[in-house]
């Protein structure tokens, strides 16, 4: 099975825990940390913006990020939301084994 780390920014921490809540319960994610109080320094529609937002980290199967991409574009106030993946090419058997039986 191919387990996947998801990256996703919120504009603040109440955002955050919805959008982790959300995953959560609806078994697409395993595990969701909260990183608060983030600086993000980005171009948006041609001009260099900065924000403070809150970083997302989601476990998960590679299998289940389409329906989570969609859910976290159901939850998020932005119009573009990093909903970025990378895989997990190596990780403990038995915390694997725990995201498998969760999501």
């Not at 996703?8 to 825990?17: D, L, P």
């Not at 697409?28 to 320094?41: F, Q, R, Y």
């Not at 913006?49 to 989601?58: G, M, P, R």
């Given at each position: 099975?191919?387990?996947?780390?998801?990256?996703?920014?919120?504009?603040?921490?109440?955002?955050?825990?919805r959008?982790?809540?959300?995953?959560?319960?609806?078994?697409?994610?395993?595990?969701?940390?909260?990183?608060?109080?983030?600086?993000?320094?980005?171009?948006?529609?041609?001009?260099?913006?900065?924000?403070?937002?809150?970083?997302?980290?989601?476990?998960?199967?590679?299998?289940?990020?389409?329906?989570l991409?969609?859910?976290?574009?159901?939850?998020?106030?932005?119009?573009?939301?990093?909903?970025?993946?990378?895989?997990?090419?190596?990780?403990?058997?038995?915390?694997?084994?725990?995201?498998?039986?969760?999501v």
């Amino acid at each position: 099975m191919n387990y996947i780390v998801v990256f996703i920014t919120a504009s603040s921490q109440e955002e955050a825990e919805r959008i982790a809540d959300g995953l959560v319960d609806s078994k697409l994610a395993a595990c969701v940390n909260i990183i608060p109080n983030i600086k993000s320094i980005f171009m948006w529609q041609g001009k260099k913006d900065t924000a403070s937002e809150c970083l997302l980290i989601v476990k998960t199967k590679q299998a289940c990020f389409g329906r989570l991409k969609k859910k976290v574009r159901e939850l998020h106030s932005y119009d573009t939301p990093e909903i970025i993946a990378m895989p997990i090419s190596e990780g403990d058997k038995d915390y694997l084994n725990w995201i498998e039986d969760t999501v």
